[in-house]
């Protein structure tokens, strides 16, 4: 196949993804960032940070749209994801390994939406729509 044909493709292919738009939002920010304070902001360290920071972010996404097709939205998220982080970090602060502190966070996050789901089962609380 002709390369120039082959890359119109890939391209039209990219430009129907839905990662696009976050993507292009994310190096439009960092370029902008970059113009007002290259000499701080401008690095690899800082790049991959919001790298970083961006998939959690998109972690959370992807259970928000779970609840969102079945026509509710959960506002506990944020918290829960703030919750888990403060866990994560205390436990490092008292001398936990990486991995303990993570289990530590996801086993008080699941306990707490074991809470909230058993909230709304039994007290029978529609989710927001």
Do not use: K
């Not at 401008?42 to 928000?64: D, E, S």
């Not at 944020?78 to 602060?93: C, D, H, K, M, W």
């Amino acid at each position: 196949m002709n390369p120039q044909i082959e890359m119109r493709l890939t391209l039209r292919r990219l430009s129907r993804s839905p990662a696009l738009g976050p993507l292009v939002a994310l190096l439009v920010i960092y370029g902008l960032f970059s113009a007002l304070s290259p000499a701080t902001f401008v690095g690899w360290i800082n790049f991959t940070t919001m790298i970083r920071q961006t998939a959690v972010v998109g972690i959370v996404a992807v259970g928000m749209t779970l609840i969102m097709v079945q026509g509710g939205i959960d506002l506990s998220v944020g918290s829960l994801v703030a919750l888990t982080t403060v866990v994560i970090a205390r436990s490092i602060q008292n001398g936990h390994g990486a991995f303990s502190a993570a289990l530590c966070g996801i086993g008080v996050a699941a306990i707490a939406g074991l809470v909230n789901g058993a909230l709304v089962v039994s007290l029978r609380i529609r989710p927001l729509s």
